[in-house]
């Protein structure tokens, strides 16, 4: 979880707006953020909605957490600077930012991946193929779990954009033909996929996301725009920072929380790929993109913002232990 959702649920945990609308479909505000963030109550936990026992037990761990020593974030203040201050400053909590942990090794890792037979990962090698930022890349995570009908409307949507692509499909049936009919254009990988790998080839033009943290940084550090489809945890928080505020991404249009996924349309799907792949609009949001990237390289690098502030933790902790 980085800064602003960090923020975006000790406002909603504080004040409560989601009491102060009439339906689950009406829009209310995150008060006191420093950005305009609008939620509805479908798109929050079940215990943000009302009160359950589950929600007494998060009250719990907030108050467990308040007599810490302070919270390591995944994060990188160049990405979400406002909402680093705001944690700090106004809601008075102490947090260092050491991310992107990924990038933090990225040297060695390199090392070790060119040392890796390139025939293991065919999905690279089909990627080799493709020109530069033409591959829109889909992904849920490990947890996601949809429908049969839901991933017929994921095919359907693919097949209308046009696009090439790669889809990643851990579990659930594809539609009979779909394999056939775009074999030239698509590739679908069942199971495990190199997905930093992936995200790191030049063909990739975009990544259909769930928002979970670490695909949404795995993403940033590429330099790849998304294509945001939230689902459950603190991701429509997540969806809101990559589309309102770095606008690096375009909504698919999930509109409910919901741990079984069965809500997007084909067309919907089409559309935000059609948007985050071609067009003025795309090509803006990839060199945004890009500058994201160039931010969260030197944010690990000597000197940078996650380097000095995990140094800057480490001489506190010294500090403590002279003390002892």
Known sequence: ??????????????????????????????????HKVKLTRMKLAPYDREETEMTKFIEQVKESESTSFGVIVNSFYELEPDYADYYRKVLGKRAWH???????????????????????HECLQWLDTRKHNSVIYVCFGSMSNFTDS????????????????????RKGKIPEGFEERTKEK????????????????????????HCGWNSTLESVSAGVPMVTWPMFAEQFFNEQLITKVLKI????????????????KSEAITKAVKRVM?????????????????MANKAVEEGGSSYSDLNALFQELRTINLHI
């Open 278 to 294: 071609v067009g003025e609009e795309s090509k803006e949001m990839r060199r945004r993109a890009k500058e994201v990237k160039k």
């Open 1 to 34: 979880m980085g800064f602003f959702a960090l923020c975006a649920s000790e406002n909603l945990r504080h004040y409560k707006p989601q009491k102060n609308v009439c339906s689950d479909t009406e829009p209310f505000v995150v008060p006191n953020l420093p």
């Open 150 to 169: 839901q991933i017929e409307e994921i095919a359907l949507g693919l097949e209308a954009s046009e696009q090439e692509f790669i889809w990643v499909v």
């Open 98 to 120: 050491i991310g992107p942990i990924l990038l933090c090794n990225r040297k060695n890792e390199e090392k070790f991946h060119k040392s890796v037979d390139h025939k293991q």
């Open 186 to 209: 698509g590739l679908i990988i069942r199971g495990w996929a190199p997905q930093v790998l992936i995200l790191d080839h030049e063909a990739i033009g975009a990544f259909v996301t």
């Open 249 to 264: 991404g375009v909504a698919v249009g999930a509109e409910e929380w919901s741990i079984v996924v069965d809500n997007v």
